[in-house]
């Protein structure tokens, strides 16, 4: 309530100031006609004056008086006009005032309900922090989330071989709950067809047995499954997978996007934006979590009060135009020495910042040509891992391995 009375009390100043300088302009402003009569009047005093003295014949006197009264006439007309003029647009100034008040006041409350958040206090940052910590510790878990969810729609058009391989991985998997293999191709599958609760129960089970061993891409694999299946929501027991995930690698791009996504849910959007800003700044060009980030962060930019530019896109790296025009005045030898330094920059990146999928096809592709298939094979074994929640990732990877003979 504080709040609307001293703002109230501030907007009635201003209209009350505005209304003030209209009026009083209005009412400090002389006719110039009223200053012709007063010259004139001293004209006619000054006539008298010289008739006594003798200066000025009788009929010139007259004659002066007589022009001289002519002007002073028709100097009261118009300010008669004028006055009735000024009345009229005293008129019209009052309407004006009365407009500029209503609409500093309702022009402020309408500024408000956009800008502002009505019916929100004013909250000190140390207060806002606290809201948002307890926002972020009362949220609904997973399955609360789930549960709020539209039933999923089954995929259409799946070969029934696949489905019968699908079910019969189910059952292999139920008689071996300990099969570390049979549960990673289990929730690799699940998550291609949809079924992300039975994805990332399995993922569950892979993270179980390997225990000590999984990777920080295990348990963003787990995350990332559960979020989607709670339609993009990072619940508690995702914030879980995604802190570990960040405890064994801090630089993990797609768990620092969903970081930053839950510290964006939970009220916390100034935390969003320092996370996504380092991601955009770290991340490749083409990699899936960059554009997810540049679609998102101006907008938290602005709800953390800071003053951001979109940084312009940049183009994929890959060999230059230069480094093309050297390679065709190569031998064979040097041709396939620059080619093998290629490789092995890529299947380093791949390895420490991760890639987009037409990254790990060319790198697949790439080993087959130079002979190292048992080596592509593995790539792709490992693209299989870090893609099991995107299968139309999966598509690309497997399409250049089935292209390089390593798969039917």
């Known amino acids: 309530m504080t709040f609307w009375i001293i703002t109230t009390a501030i907007a009635l100043v ?3 100031t505005l209304v003030l300088v209209l009026l009083r302009s209005r009412d400090s402003a002389t006719p110039a006609a009223a200053y012709d009569m007063q010259v004139y009047r001293d004209q006619l005093k000054e006539v008298d004056r010289d008739l006594a003295r003798g200066v000025i014949e009788p009929g010139n006197a007259e004659r002066t008086r007589a022009e001289i009264s002519r002007r002073l006439l028709a100097a009261d007309t118009k300010l008669h006009a004028a006055r ?5 647009s005293g008129k019209v100034s009052g309407v004006v005032a009365v407009l500029v008040a209503v609409g500093v006041i309702a022009g402020s409350l309408a500024l408000y309900s956009i800008l502002g958040a009505p019916g929100y206090g004013d909250l000190s940052l140390k207060r806002r922090v606290a809201l ?3 926002a972020r510790t009362t949220r609904p878990g997973q399955q609360e989330a789930e549960a709020d969810r539209p039933p999923s729609t089954p995929l259409e058009n799946l070969s029934p071989d696949y ?4 079910t019969r991985l189910r059952e292999t998997v139920a008689a071996r709950p300990d099969d570390l293999q049979g549960q990673m191709l289990l929730a690799r599958n699940e998550a291609a067809l949809g079924n992300l609760q039975a994805a990332y129960a399995a993922q569950e089970q892979v993270l179980r047995l390997k225990g000590d061993n999984a990777t920080a891409q295990d348990w963003t694999v787990y995350a990332d499954m559960m979020i989607q299946a709670a339609g993009g929501y990072v619940s508690p027991k995702a914030e879980e997978a995604l802190a570990t995930a960040l405890k064994l690698d801090e630089k993990n791009p797609t768990a620092r996007y969903y970081w930053g996504l839950m510290m964006a849910q939970t009220g916390r959007p100034d935390v969003a934006f320092r996370v996504w800003n380092d991601v955009l700044r770290d991340g ?3 990699a899936p979590w960059t554009q997810a980030v540049r679609a998102q962060i101006e907008e938290m ?3 953390a009060g800071v003053n951001f530019t979109l940084p312009p896109e940049q183009a994929a790296p890959g060999p230059s135009a230069a480094d093309l025009d050297a390679a065709a005045d190569m031998s064979d030898a040097d041709r396939e020495q620059m080619i093998r330094g290629m490789v092995d920059n890529l299947s380093q990146r791949l390895a420490d910042q991760g890639g987009t999928p037409q990254e790990w096809a060319r790198l697949i592709g790439a080993l087959s040509v130079l002979g190292e298939r048992d080596q592509a094979r593995a790539i792709h074994a490992n693209a299989g891992d870090v893609f099991a929640d ?3 990732a999966m598509q690309v990877i497997d399409d250049a391995a089935r292209q390089a003979g390593l798969i039917e």
């Not at 009735?84 to 009229?88: D, F, I, K, Y």
């Not at 489905?163 to 699908?166: A, M, S, T, W």
């Open 14 to 16: 201003v209209a009350a």
């Open 84 to 88: 009735t003029g000024r009345a009229q």
């Open 132 to 134: 948002a910590e307890n």
């Open 163 to 166: 489905r019968e391989l699908v």
């Open 284 to 286: 490749e060009p083409d």
């Open 301 to 303: 930019a602005q709800r």
């Open 390 to 392: 995107r299968p139309e």
